[in-house]
């Protein structure tokens, strides 16, 4: 199982520019998360998508993030434009399904730097 | 919502030495509470997890326990090594979705 897949590793942009984090769940698992994780604190969720839908993204800045599982399966988080506080890991994370106590995977992550 | 508090915020222990977390939540209604192992550059891993029917539960040297009425729940290591050095969240499933606590490094000298 080749796990939670997400790309880039890192990214280097300057403020302004449009970035965007690609993920690839397990295979099956409908559930998909996009998590924040600031230095030194915890994952903060953005976003979570059951399928194609976005259920809940009452955490989602709008007005610059954006989000998209348009087959119920990849899913990419965009930016635009990126501010110097968008710096951070990106997680994402899968599971079977919300409903129930099922543990999530998380991804490798992408670490974001706005300079 | 649910709010998750964590302590301590770090902790050094020796090797052969116990190590406790603690973990308080605020929704009596989450049901479902996972221990995350994150290691410099990495991802957070599962260790152990905790379901709100179950008051104790151990694996190997790792053990969580929950008291629903006090709403807290506490993740045991025995027999601490040096690579369970690393930074360890708990979280707790609140309509639908993990709310994590803000870590807790811990340190393992040999």
């Known amino acids: 199982e080749a796990g939670v897949v997400q790309s880039p590793r890192y990214k280097i942009i300057e403020k302004k520019q449009p970035v965007a984090f690609w993920c690839n769940p397990i295979s099956g698992h409908n559930t998909l998360y996009w998590y924040r994780q600031n230095l030194g604190q915890g994952p903060e969720l953005l976003i979570r998508y059951e399928n194609e839908e976005a259920v809940d993204d009452s955490q989602l800045p709008k007005d610059r993030f954006s989000a998209e599982r348009l087959k119920g399966v990849d899913s990419t988080l965009k930016i635009q434009p990126a501010e110097l506080g968008d710096s951070a890991v990106y997680l994402c994370?899968?599971?079977?399904?919300?409903?129930?106590?099922?543990?999530?995977?998380f991804g490798s992550g992408t670490r974001l730097t706005v300079v | 919502g649910e709010n998750v508090e964590q302590h301590p915020s770090t902790l050094s222990v020796q090797e052969g030495d116990s190590a406790v977390i603690k973990c308080t939540y605020s929704d009596s209604a989450s049901n479902y509470f996972p221990w995350y192992k994150q290691e410099l550059g990495k991802r957070p891993q599962l260790i152990i997890d905790i379901r709100s029917n179950v008051g104790e539960k151990k694996d190997q040297r790792i053990a969580v326990t929950l008291n629903k009425t006090a709403k807290h729940f506490s993740l045991h290591i025995t027999e601490t090594q040096p690579e369970d050095s690393a930074v360890y969240f708990c979280a707790a499933r609140s309509t639908d979705k993990l709310i994590f606590g803000t870590g807790t490094r811990l340190q393992v000298f040999p």
């Open positions: 994370a899968s599971s079977l399904g919300s409903q129930r106590s099922y543990g999530y995977t």
